[in-house]
């Protein structure tokens, strides 16, 4: 069983609706959590990273955390066809020295349609 | 600021062979993490390196090998290349001696193993 489950997609929606992508994860020790989008054949872009349960809002983003059944979600209001990427979401393993490494799922494929 | 840079863009290879891929880190940042993407996945850890020195790997083999110079830029090289080791490599920098949450990605190298 991976670490980190993320429903590969693809995920296709007509601009303006709202999406929602998630993630389970196996790990309680993972402390932060990440949402990255990847263009095609670019690198990962940070979105937004949460550390408590609950929601953290940015613009047209929300992060939802919830610790307890190890699960994160992002939704994504008034989608955009700009929005069409992989999104990928992350969560930080700490080492003993207080440095980290990100493990990652396995990013979900959106489209959005006009 | 100019953010992680990585070099080549593309690389072709055959099986065998050696490759290195070289890294500049963002400004300020110390700290320099390796991440192997393949297709339709999410990235891997393959290592990470602060002050010269390989700290944590992922689980890859000693094929696997870096470098940080006194910059801060990095180098991966592997050796004896296997059609499996086709991927987009990820570069991520980190300010803080790694402890900071935010890792922030290159553009990646495109390696082709034929």
């Known amino acids: 069983q991976k670490e980190v489950e993320q429903d590969p997609g693809p995920l296709s929606v007509p601009e303006g609706a709202i999406v929602s992508l998630n993630c389970t994860y196996s790990?309680?020790?993972?402390?932060?959590f990440m949402w990255y989008r990847q263009y095609s054949r670019k690198g990962p872009e940070l979105l937004m990273y949460?550390?408590?349960?609950g929601n953290k809002e940015d613009g047209r983003f929300t992060a939802q955390v919830d610790k307890s059944s190890k699960y994160i979600s992002l939704f994504i209001r008034d989608s955009q066809p700009s929005d069409s990427a992989t999104y990928l979401c992350a969560m930080t393993f700490k080492f003993s020295g207080g440095y980290n490494k990100l493990i990652f799922g396995a990013g979900t494929r959106l489209a959005v349609h006009p | 600021d100019a953010g992680v840079t990585q070099s080549p863009t593309h690389l072709i290879k055959t099986r065998g062979q050696q490759v290195t891929l070289r890294c500049s880190p963002k400004?300020?940042?110390?700290?320099v993490s390796w991440y192997q993407q393949a297709l339709g996945q999410g990235p891997q850890f393959i290592f990470q390196y602060y002050e010269e020195e390989e700290r944590q790997r992922g689980n890859f083999p000693d094929r696997f090998s870096g470098h940080q110079f006194p910059n801060y830029s990095s180098e991966l090289n592997v050796n004896a290349l296997l059609l499996g080791d086709s991927a987009l490599y990820l570069c991520?920098?980190?300010?803080?001696?790694?402890?900071?949450?935010?890792?922030?990605f290159g553009p990646g190298t495109r390696l082709t193993v034929l």
């Open positions: 949460t550390y408590s349960s």
């Open positions: 991520a920098s980190t300010p803080d001696r790694g402890r900071s949450n935010e890792q922030f």
């Open positions: 400004s300020g940042h110390d700290t």
């Open positions: 790990n309680s020790a993972f402390q932060y």
